[in-house]
């Protein structure tokens, strides 16, 4: 599967036909001919997921090396390219380009995907480059495709560039965590990791990674009892921090509801209970296995039948393929015991999750949320994990202390990880400034100054590098985190056309 180096149709167009990807519809799109989707398609042929990034640095490491660049390779795999100035730019200020090589690994159930060792199988439907029953991880192999195009383009202006391509983005972001920022000169930087082409970021979130753990307690299965696995599927789900406030179900509170509520009609004992995948994504699905007595089936199944019914009405607009299904299952080898098992579905149900403030100083932004995103039932272990977000640290501090206080209530262990810190709006920026000028020329209008709901490295390298001027832009991406996760084409024909304007002004 290669991408070929096309030349450009009447208009700029890009031919379907010339693609390696798989071709599901025509695709006509308009923009500036680059080597963006080349390479896009390169990396998408490398196993990325987070933890697992030696392959994609070295990658990346080499390919500045055949070019006789310097390249500088951490122990985390960070990469550094110093790429120098083009004639007339040799004496500018250096420009750090920045984005991070690693993707969320979500995949639709029945899909069989190996995120270790497979290839992504992209192709194209109308505007937007897909993957098959996967994400795409356009989050943030994008910047890495700007990146690697800018140094296979002897004709583009610019300043002295270090690119900074970080790991461990989307798990904690360790890689920036780990850097040294000694390593790096400028102090302008242009973050790519952004997926809406009509606005430049100047301010993001911080975040921590909330770890509930408790020790099960388990006894032995009885043989009176009917087993029902209850399946949650067919949620959006979607990236934890920007989608958020798009009122999309959380598979984990639905399953708590659920438990819930047929636990006050039966003394339900639970075997099993699953869901979601990345403590970062919002759980698209979640399931339990329950063991109940027979004269209890008839209440507990009308249960199940009526809150499938009421969540498919409530969600009809914002999730409507949600399916609540279920099956009489074989008797299992164990159950957890009647209290750990009440403890369990109390923690799901009352631990916070969702948007908790709203932004005073922009409007119809989230300030705080937290996203309830994964559980697991092991043998010697009941996790569960929770990420808060905020602007303020105070306010972050005051949901550590919430899930702290719930878990000391219900026996479980709290630990805190990977805390980073917001990155906040800096009115004078003149880099900000700059590229809202250019961006008037490239496109014709304004852009949305604005500040996001997620966690961008920036707010760590602000921390990190005195001085350190910063925006953040991307094409347009949609369903970040999950596998509708999709890419425009014409979009990141244009903003690579506004990267290129933007540097020549640098």
């Known amino acids: 599967m290669k991408l070929k180096n096309l030349k450009p149709e009447k208009e700029f167009g890009i031919r379907n036909s010339e693609f390696g990807i798989n ?58 390219i110093y790429k120098p100035g083009t004639k007339g730019y040799e004496n500018h200020p250096a420009v750090i380009l920045q984005g991070h090589m690693d993707m969320v690994c979500e995949k639709n159930t029945g899909t ?36 690697l195009a800018i140094l296979d383009e002897p004709d583009i202006c610019h300043p002295p560039l270090e690119m900074l391509v970080t790991s461990d983005e989307e798990t904690g972001m360790g890689g920036a965590e780990n850097l040294d920022a000694g390593l790096l000169s400028g102090r302008l930087m242009v973050n790519m990791d952004i997926f809406n082409e009509d606005t430049i970021v100047s301010g993001c979130v911080g975040g921590v990674v909330a770890v509930l753990n408790k020790t099960p307690i388990w006894e032995e299965a009885a043989d009176d009892l009917i087993y029902l696995k209850i399946e949650i599927k067919g949620l959006r789900g979607g990236h934890s921090g920007e989608e958020i406030d798009k009122e999309r179900g959380n598979s984990l509170r639905l399953l708590a509801r659920l438990l819930h509520k047929i636990s006050c009609l ?39 039948d009526d809150f499938s019914k009421e969540t498919a ?23 957890l015991s009647l209290e750990c098992g009440k403890s369990l579905i109390n923690a799901l149900l009352i631990l916070p999750h969702g948007i908790l403030h709203m932004s005073g100083d922009i409007e119809g932004l989230p300030d705080t949320s937290c996203n309830m995103g994964v559980l697991e039932i092991k043998e010697k272990e009941i996790l569960i994990q929770c990420m808060p977000r905020g602007f303020f640290a105070s306010r972050i501090d005051f949901v550590m202390g919430q899930i702290e206080t719930i878990g000391d209530i219900l026996g479980y262990r709290s630990t805190f990880l990977r805390r980073y810190g ?58 970040l985190h999950n596998p509708d996760e999709c890419l425009s084409i014409s979009s990141t024909n244009r903003v690579w056309g506004f990267l290129l304007e933007l540097l020549k002004k640098l």
């Open 313 to 335: 009405m409530e969600y009809r607009v914002f999730d409507p393929y949600l399916s609540i299904s279920y099956r009489i299952c074989e008797k299992p080898v164990k159950y």
């Open 112 to 147: 069989s995907h190996d995120f270790l060792n497979e290839a992504l199988k992209l192709y194209i439907e109308g505007d937007y480059i897909k993957a098959e029953g996967t994400t795409l991880g356009a989050d943030d192999g994008v910047a890495l495709a700007y990146m």
């Open 422 to 479: 917001a990155w906040q709006f800096n009115p004078d920026s003149w880099l900000r400034k700059t590229a809202a000028e250019v961006y008037v020329k490239c496109f014709g209008k304004q852009p949305l100054i604005n500040a996001v709901h997620a966690g961008l490295e920036c707010g760590i390298f602000a921390g990190k590098i005195n001085g350190l001027d910063i925006i953040s832009f991307g094409p347009t991406a949609h369903d």
């Open 23 to 80: 071709e599901k519809k025509e695709c006509k799109t308009s923009g500036i001919w680059n080597n963006v989707f080349k390479y896009f398609e390169e990396i998408s042929k490398i196993p990325r997921g987070s933890g697992n990034e030696k392959a994609i640095s070295d990658y990346l490491a080499n390919t500045a090396r055949k070019k006789n660049l310097k390249v500088v390779q951490d122990e985390y795999y960070n990469i550094i």
């Open 266 to 304: 039966a003394n339900i004992r639970i075997a099993d209970a699953q869901g979601g995948m990345k403590v970062n994504a919002i759980p698209r699905e979640s399931s339990a296995l329950i063991g109940y007595k027979n004269e209890e089936a008839e209440a507990l199944i009308k249960a199940l």
